[in-house]
């Protein structure tokens, strides 16, 4: 895992969310200021500022455009490396990701054994998701996975609930400082906290005192991670804070947080009341669809994990001496997933990535059921996640299982981070200059990277007259996707020739 990560954070360049974070954990870092990108909260942001700082950029304190100029800037306009510094402001993410392997490893083998955490284990280190956005600057996974430790914390402090119920808190605490997108979690952890406390044989009151050291804990590490940027909790925001009345107003107003936090789920809100259009299985929409998100799993999982998960969750639920950890492995993952899927933006299974680490914990229960042919099925549909893993290497961000076609056609079927997010521009240049050297190129491309900094000299082909367009149009699938107008009069007299990185079409006209 440690392997695909890091070969695959080498060759990609940028991706859309990138930018936005290393821009704003530099400006953490040099500068301790809450400024940028407050629709997240600070600590996956500082740990990317980590990788950051060593790579000892160049920051211009006195920059003054938005949060998407601000990456920009510091990436390729302020004498940078954008190379270096992508990867070393990946490394601390990659270095995140295997460490959440020990805990997803732990989680099982507490629950049914060795055996099981093995199994566990090698669906995680092996999910093609999970590698994609591990590798990446970005806060999905580190997410997940402290939402993921929290609940197995929680589970072990059925014995030792002094030790185990505040570092509980910690995690969750943790998760919270990550996305905004975790709070859902918050009930459901105290909940299994709560539980934990009368599992062990104490009473009612100790449980809900439990329950409250959880939300003392995880209260203290977000104060704590805002204090980290800037002690003095300066708060002036670059854009535009949308009020939030009725309810939703109500409960932002009751949180327990820096006002900074505050404005960021106002912000989250007015996202999510912006027009978004989506693409699943050829079709362009407006809106979202509430089937997307499972829709979007069933194609990017291998089948052998899928098969493996159902199997583990009903393992779970039917074994009696599993079901008490039935709300420790699917409480906060059916809740979060059901916070996702009403939301807006059909944007990709990052928003779940959750669900690849709770339901390998349960996968790889299934090994406690005590026939042998169950272990010897489980350990084929291991085999055949991990072939189907290592067959899309080092495209893992475009997977698609094979009753889907593989990665080669998950344009067919989804857009945006699910298989196109800005991420093989370094790849185009490599073929535009040994394949197609000193052709006029016609771009149009979907992400964040500069293509005159790789040598990639390009027009839009949606600002010339048609007659003008001839030679390569090169096109991001997720623009070709939902072309409307020019540029689908332009793809309708064009053919395609190459395909770069499985997200990214070259056509001839």
Request: aromatic content about 10%; hydrophobic content about 50%; charged content about 15%.
């Amino acid at each position: 895992m440690a392997g695909a990560m890091l070969t695959t954070a080498v060759r990609q360049t940028p991706t859309i969310d990138e930018p936005v974070y290393v821009g704003a954990a530099a400006e953490y870092v040099h500068q301790h200021r809450l400024r940028h990108n407050p629709e997240h909260p600070p600590l996956g942001k500082l740990l990317i500022g980590a990788g950051v700082a060593l790579a000892e950029p160049h920051v211009d304190r006195d920059f003054a455009g938005d949060q998407g100029r601000l990456g920009r800037h510091l990436l390729y306009e302020s004498g940078n490396d954008p190379w270096h510094l992508m990867v070393w402001a990946r490394l601390p993410v990659i270095a995140l990701t295997l460490l959440f392997g020990f805990v997803v490893f732990s989680f099982a083998r507490d629950l049914a054994g060795r055996a099981a955490g093995s199994a566990a284990l090698a669906l995680y280190c092996f999910s093609p998701d999970v590698i994609a956005h591990g590798s990446l600057a970005t806060l999905d996974v580190p997410a997940a996975g402290f939402v993921l430790t929290s609940a197995w914390l929680a589970w072990r402090a059925r014995r030792r609930p002094r030790w185990y119920v505040p570092l509980a808190g910690v995690a969750l605490g943790a998760a919270l400082a990550t996305r905004m997108s975790t709070l859902p979690a918050v009930p459901v952890v105290m909940a299994l906290a709560a539980l934990s406390v009368v599992a062990g044989g104490r009473r009612a009151v100790r449980a809900m005192a439990g329950a409250g050291v959880v939300a003392l804990a995880a209260i203290a590490v977000v104060w704590a991670v805002y204090l980290a940027v800037d002690p003095r909790l300066r708060w002036a925001p670059e854009q535009q804070v949308p009020v939030v009345h009725g309810l939703r107003g109500l409960l932002v107003r009751l949180l327990p947080f820096p006002e900074a936090y505050r404005d960021g789920v106002r912000l989250q809100f007015g996202l999510e009341n912006r027009p978004w259009q989506g693409f699943l299985f050829g079709r362009v929409y407006d809106g979202s669809l509430w089937y997307y998100l499972p829709a979007a799993l069933l194609v990017k999982t291998p089948l052998g994990a899928i098969a493996l998960w159902a199997g583990g969750v009903v393992a779970v639920v039917a074994s009696r001496r599993l079901r008490p950890a039935a709300p420790y492995v699917l409480a906060a993952p059916a809740v979060l997933f059901a916070a996702a899927v009403p939301g807006a933006r059909d944007l990709g299974v990052r928003y779940v990535v959750f669900v690849p680490l709770f339901l390998a914990v349960a996968a790889g229960c299934v090994t406690a059921v005590r026939r042998r042919w169950v272990a010897a099925g489980a350990a084929v549909l291991v085999a055949f996640a991990a072939v189907s893993s290592v067959r899309a290497y080092p495209f893992y961000l475009p997977y698609s299982n094979e009753a889907f076609g593989g990665p080669g056609r998950t344009r067919e079927w989804l857009h945006d981070s699910n298989v196109d997010w800005g991420q093989d521009l370094g790849r185009l240049a490599d073929r535009l200059r040994e394949r197609y050297a000193g052709e006029r190129v016609w771009l149009v491309y979907k992400g964040s990277g500069v293509p005159e900094f790789y040598g990639i000299e390009s027009t839009d082909p949606r600002r010339a007259p048609l007659a003008a367009v001839r030679g390569l149009v090169v096109v991001s699938d997720s623009a070709a996707a939902k072309a409307t107008g020019r540029l689908a009069e332009l793809l309708g007299g064009s053919r395609p020739v190459d395909r770069v990185g499985h997200s990214i079409t070259i056509y001839r006209r």
